[in-house]
């Protein structure tokens, strides 16, 4: 739940993170708690130009609203929250990119003469994609079985040697920005394609396009959130113990 002085003392993302709900809260007045997560709500309101008093009453609203089904991310192991990161969220990436680059080249190729921002659209995701692929590798193959490695360490009481990138930060800030740029053009799609709003008219695969463009953004805004402001400090936390 999330009273009045954590809304006051906490991170966007530490907030989401204690109570993924708030991310809802944030979202409806244009607010990133994923990427932008490390600033307090004081800083995002005087960015966006919200009255502070009126996001807090609707953050403290939730504190006598049902939290079903409310998964306590940050409560989780982290070798189980990798795992979960991984099946759910790396494997949704790797089943609907292709899909997405499919639908928005055919898309481009068939409306762009009428609607030309299709093809810059479609060659946002060409990027997009090449850098997500590598980002999910570099995870998967580097920084997660270090993170795994550690706890399991911890647990039994032994000594980790140092990895061969000296610390778990390093690779964190790579993924860190690799995040930024995913957010950022995920954000100039949104706009080029006005919300992911088909033009009156626009045939089913620049429908199911957009659908997907825009069920793609959520995700990526929760899997990035799971890393950013939960993983992420956490393993820094970790690796400080030993």
Known sequence: MIDQKEIQTK????????????????????????????????DVCKQKGVPLSELEEQLSHLEGQPALQRLQFNEWALPFLIDYIIN??????????????EYSRKVAKVHGHAYPETITI???LEALAKELFAHLRKEELILFPYVKKLWKAKEAGEAVAAPPFQSAQNPIRVMEADHEFAGATMAEIRELSNGFTPPEGACNTYRVLYALLEEFEEDLH?????????????????????
């Open 11 to 42: 991170t966007v993302g530490e907030l989401v993170a204690d109570d993924y709900r708030a991310a809802g809260v944030f979202k409806r007045y244009g607010i990133d708690f994923c990427c932008g997560g490390k600033k307090t709500v004081a």
């Open 88 to 101: 759910i969220h790396h494997t949704y990436v790797q089943e609907k990119l292709p899909q997405l680059l």
């Open 122 to 124: 479609a060659d946002k």
């Open 222 to 242: 929760r899997h990035v959130h799971l890393e950013n402001n939960i993983l992420f400090p956490q393993a820094v936390e970790l690796e400080g113990s030993f």
